[in-house]
């Protein structure tokens, strides 16, 4: 059985960082496009960024682009999530996923497994 865990959240001011990363057991991520996305109080969930099998494409939300950057450690199976510049609007619950398919990675319906989840608060 696939299971994600996501680590890396907290309490960060406004202007900050952070570095979420997304581990897995019972299936590498290596060879699977992976995403994250996020889930604020009372909103739905949404998209966040992708990044494609072979870590030649990623994928931005328009409200996090050239903020945030995905990547992957392929020889420590984790898909790490860098978070720069952070503002109030970012706090959410963010989801890491695994998706058996390379499109529509924009979508939740994409993916196949997800991970609990890691708070991130940004205070003003």
């Known amino acids: 059985q696939v299971q994600l865990v996501e680590s890396g959240g907290g309490l960060v001011q406004a202007g900050g960082s952070l570095r979420l990363s997304c581990a897995a057991s019972?299936?590498?991520?290596?060879?699977?496009?992976t995403g994250w996305f996020r889930q604020a109080p009372g909103k739905e969930r949404e998209f966040v960024a992708g990044?494609?099998?072979?870590?030649?494409?990623?994928y931005y939300a328009d409200s996090v682009k050239g903020r945030f950057t995905i990547s992957r450690d392929n020889a420590k199976n984790t898909v790490h999530l860098q978070m720069n510049s952070l503002k109030p609007e970012d706090t959410a619950v963010y989801f890491c996923?695994?998706?058996?398919?390379?499109?529509?990675?924009?979508?939740?319906?994409?993916?196949?497994?997800w991970g609990q989840g890691t708070q991130v608060t940004v205070s003003s």
């Open positions: 019972g299936r590498s991520l290596n060879n699977f496009p």
């Open positions: 996923a695994q998706s058996g398919r390379g499109y529509g990675l924009k979508f939740e319906s994409a993916y196949d497994y």
């Open positions: 990044v494609s099998w072979d870590d030649d494409n990623s």
